[in-house]
């Protein structure tokens, strides 16, 4: 049932310099759940609609199961999709809603209405059949909409932020939602969204974008542990940067000469690390530091570091006795230290 | 919210109006049955039914004419909405270069006196032998109600947004599904106020129906006009209830019926882009 998706250089302009989505390429596995990230206006929406049909991209092409589906009209591709706002069909009641896929294949009612019953139960939403759309709540009319695009089991399930419109409270609860029904189905899902920390939550792998390129494909860890870029790293949250040299195995920079788990090519690179890595004990990779500032969060303290003119982020448990102007040593270790591979760059920001 | 005082003022402002557009009707529905009214009396002095007498009276042709005047009214509403539905579609939908010349060119018709343009297709019509014809008539007529037909529909479809089309695509609908399913049930408010925009035009026409007709078409119009420039109030004021029955009936069911799912009042009667 659940299909393959493939995205070969598939390229959007609405314009003639206006790119929308240039050179996308990546395969999405048989029940997967990818998640399209990436700041308004990075092209995700244009390119989930360019899955559903509803677009067709000015170059590249597009295969499900390994045939293109360019010249597919949207109601004959088997992608289900879920939009922003419910878009319920005002003048129908929430059975023929979520019943409408079902009519415009042919279903016979007889068959039809145990189908549509039983999406409803999916999003627990039965006993609203005879609703009007109007006399629902925005969470309980995304829950409907989400229902109409399952009931017809789509061999692909588009979703464009369908968690946006929706109170931070309901936020999770449909979250949850979205993930426990894709994962029951096994239905291969693409997933827009701006918010990092909904891709990383609900995919298996996020597909990063910017300015309508693709800069990173990979599992959620790997932006947090080996991002692509000082973009990608930057989009996921604090982290440091420190600028080095690379030669026989370690990097030389500003705090002395760091030794990293994982064989950097020599030359001029960027190193990153979380703040959270960072620890403060003796041992390899350590070096003499002073704190500069603490904040507390609450679950946590975060601090400014300064090691030999190097100002680093780190942070330390909520009950931490350390103070601004603590003398302390501090540790990157090996295993958390990362080379970007986009060169040396300036002072972490 | 309204403080008291203008709630309590504000029915008193209503009836006003009321009693305004009301009150001339009023000697109207009294002078169908007057018997005997002359002036210093303030009612008639007798009561009679020769008015609806009238009305129904063999030798008088109003039964012919109303039937006339439906025909040609109820046809001229379906061919304008249908004229209109795809050209407001358009106007509503898309963006296009010219757009506004367009727009200018389907108001054109209601902008210049229709007395003006008729004068050149009476002419046109002799030629095509549809002068004095009902069906030059009913022609002739759709250039006053397309442009509003037109012109309603556009605004109908200017709110649209299309995604819920767009989302009955992604279900399996095929474009003419989704126009049927979707849009059209949506837009159904608005083309009944095109309709009976349209019909109400056509049923109160007289000078149209008089230069095409040429007499030989008689519409409810043209008999109220001569019955109005005779000396007989009395049947003049039966005829004139009988024309404003379809108004009053239309209007109605407009209130009736006409309930927008949104807030912004009767469709049709928003932003024109």
């Not at chain 1, 695009?149 to 309901?170: F, I, Q, R, W, Y």
């Not at chain 2, 008193?12 to 001339?24: F, K, Q, R, T």
């Not at chain 2, 030059?136 to 709110?159: E, K, M, N, Q, R």
Request: aromatic share 8%.
């Amino acid at each position: 049932m659940s299909a393959r998706l493939e995205l070969e250089g598939v390229s959007h302009r609405y314009s003639r310099d206006e790119w929308a989505l240039s050179e996308l390429s990546l395969a999405v596995e048989p029940g997967e759940l990818v998640a399209f990230l990436g700041p308004s206006g990075c092209g995700k929406t244009t390119a989930l609609k360019i899955l559903s049909g509803l677009l067709t991209p000015t170059g590249g092409d597009v295969r499900v199961d390994g045939r293109s589906v360019l010249g597919v009209p949207p109601e004959r591709r088997e992608a289900a999709m879920v939009f922003q706002k419910p878009l319920l069909f005002p003048h129908m009641s929430v059975e023929a809603n979520v019943g409408f896929g079902l009519k415009m294949r042919g279903v016979p009612r007889g068959e039809s209405g145990g189908k549509v019953e039983t999406a409803l139960r999916r999003v627990r939403m039965d006993g609203y059949a005879d609703r009007k759309p109007g006399e629902l709540s925005g969470g309980q009319q995304q829950r409907v909409a989400l229902a109409r695009a399952l009931v017809t089991e789509p061999g692909l399930l588009l979703l464009d932020e369908p968690l946006s419109s929706l109170d931070a409270n309901l936020r999770e609860g449909m979250r949850e939602l979205v993930k426990e029904v894709q994962e029951s189905g096994g239905y291969t899902t693409v997933f827009v969204t701006h918010d990092q920390e909904e891709a990383v939550v609900l995919a298996d792998r996020i597909a990063l974008l910017f300015d309508g390129r693709l800069r990173m494909y990979d599992r959620p860890q790997a932006f947090y542990e080996r991002p692509a870029s000082r973009e990608v790293a930057e989009f996921f949250g604090t982290a440091n940067f420190l600028p080095g040299r690379a030669r026989n195995g370690t990097v030389e920079t500003r705090l002395g000469d760091l030794r990293l788990s994982t064989p950097t090519p020599p030359g001029e690179v960027t190193l990153t690390i979380r703040p959270e890595a960072v620890r403060f004990e003796e041992g390899e990779n350590s070096f003499a530091a002073r704190i500069t500032s603490t904040t507390y969060l609450g679950t946590q303290v975060t601090c400014g570091l300064d090691a030999a003119g190097v100002q680093l982020k780190a942070s330390l448990p909520p009950h931490t006795q350390l103070r601004e102007g603590d003398r302390v040593t501090a540790r990157l270790p090996a295993e958390s230290l990362w080379a970007l591979e986009d060169g040396p760059e300036g002072q972490p920001g | 919210m309204a403080s008291p005082y203008k709630k309590r003022r504000a029915p008193v402002g209503l009836a006003l109006v009321a009693a305004l557009v009301a009150l001339p009707l009023v000697p109207i529905l009294l002078w169908t049955f007057a018997g005997e009214w002359r002036f210093p009396d303030l009612l008639p002095k007798e009561w009679s039914l020769r008015g609806i007498q009238h009305l129904t009276a063999p030798g008088s042709r109003v039964a012919e004419a109303v039937f006339t005047s439906l025909g040609i009214a109820v046809a001229v509403t379906v061919a304008a909405v249908a004229v209109g539905l795809p050209a407001g579609m358009a106007l509503g939908t898309y963006r296009f270069r010219l757009k506004g010349l367009v727009i200018f060119l389907i108001l054109l018709p209601i902008l210049v006196p229709p007395l003006a343009s008729t004068m050149g297709i009476h002419l046109t019509f002799i030629r095509l032998g549809l002068a004095d014809t009902a069906f030059g008539v009913f022609l002739v007529h759709l250039v006053p109600t397309v442009p509003y037909a037109a012109i309603i529909l556009t605004s109908v479809f200017a709110d649209r947004t299309g995604e819920l089309e767009e989302a009955a695509r992604t279900l399996g609908a095929s474009p003419l599904r989704a126009f049927v399913y979707v849009t059209l049930p949506e837009v159904a408010p608005g083309i009944a106020v095109a309709a009976l925009f349209s019909f109400l035009v056509s049923w109160s026409q007289y000078i149209l129906t008089l230069l095409i007709g040429g007499g030989s078409v008689v519409t409810l119009p043209m008999l109220l006009f001569s019955a109005a420039s005779g000396s007989d109030p009395v049947i003049t004021s039966s005829l004139a209830v009988v024309f404003a029955l379809p108004a009053v009936v239309v209007l109605l069911i407009a209130l009736r019926y006409l309930k927008p799912s949104g807030d912004q009042g009767l469709p049709g009667l928003g932003k024109v882009s």
